[in-house]
C-alpha cells in the first residue's frame, strides 16, 4: 500500500468517527412547564429529606450518593422503564450485591471497580431491572469498602423508602397512574 492510499484511508476513516461526534438530527427535548419542575423539585427534596431524617432517627446509614440521581428520574421522569419500582429496588440491591461480591473475591483493586461496575450494568439487563443510577453502586461499594449490611443499610432500606415515596407522590400530583408496571 502506498503512503497516499495509506493517508487516504486514515483521511476516511478519521471523516466517518468524528462526523459520528456531531450528533443525530432530532432537536431538543420541550422544556418541561413550570408545575412539572415544581412537582419534580418537590418530589426529589421529599424524598432525600425523609431517606436523611431517617438516617439521624435510626442512627443508621439509608443514604447512598445514587440516590439523588434516583430521584431525578423518579420525580422527573416517573413513566420511563428506569423509574419503575422494580427497576429502582432491584437494580440498586443488585448492584450493590455485584459490587460487595467483586470486592469480596477480588479484593480493592481499580481494575475490579471496572469489573464490578460492569458485571453490574449487565445482571440488571438481564434481569430487566436497569436503573442507571444504581450503575455508581459498585464505584461507591469500593470506594467505601463496606461489609455486607450495605446490602441493607442503605441499599434496600434507602431504595424501598424512595419507591414507596415515588408511589405515594406521584399518584397523588399526577393524574397518570405510577408505576406504569411492577
Known amino acids: 500500500m502506498s503512503s497516499q492510499e495509506i493517508r487516504t484511508c486514515v483521511a476516511h476513516v478519521r471523516h466517518r468517527l468524528f462526523s459520528k461526534f456531531r450528533g443525530g438530527e432530532l432537536p431538543l427535548p420541550p422544556r418541561p412547564t413550570a408545575k412539572v419542575v415544581l412537582l419534580?423539585?418537590?418530589g426529589g427534596?421529599?424524598?432525600?429529606?425523609?431517606v436523611a431524617g431517617l438516617t439521624s432517627l435510626a442512627e443508621m446509614p439509608l443514604v447512598l450518593g445514587s440516590?439523588?440521581?434516583?430521584?431525578v428520574l423518579v420525580f422527573g421522569y416517573p413513566d420511563?422503564?428506569?423509574?419503575?419500582p422494580r427497576n429502582i429496588?432491584?437494580?440498586?440491591v443488585l448492584s450493590s450485591l455485584v459490587g460487595l461480591i467483586c470486592l469480596t473475591v477480588?479484593?480493592?483493586h481499580w481494575w475490579a471497580a471496572g469489573i464490578a461496575t460492569g458485571?453490574?450494568?449487565?445482571?440488571?439487563?438481564?434481569?430487566?431491572?436497569?436503573?442507571?443510577p444504581a450503575g455508581s453502586n459498585p464505584v461507591i461499594v469500593f470506594l467505601s469498602q463496606p461489609g455486607w449490611s450495605f446490602l441493607l443499610y442503605p441499599t434496600l432500606a434507602g431504595a424501598s423508602i424512595i419507591m414507596i415515596l415515588a408511589v405515594l407522590y406521584n399518584n397523588a400530583t399526577r393524574p397518570a397512574n405510577y408505576p406504569k408496571y411492577w
Open 119 to 132: 458485571t453490574a450494568i449487565a445482571v440488571m439487563m438481564l434481569t430487566r431491572t436497569v436503573h442507571p
Open 80 to 84: 420511563v422503564p428506569f423509574s419503575q
Open 89 to 92: 429496588v432491584f437494580g440498586h
Open 106 to 108: 477480588f479484593g480493592p
Open 45 to 50: 427534596a421529599i424524598a432525600i429529606s425523609a
Open 67 to 71: 440516590f439523588g440521581a434516583t430521584c
Open 40 to 42: 419534580a423539585w418537590l
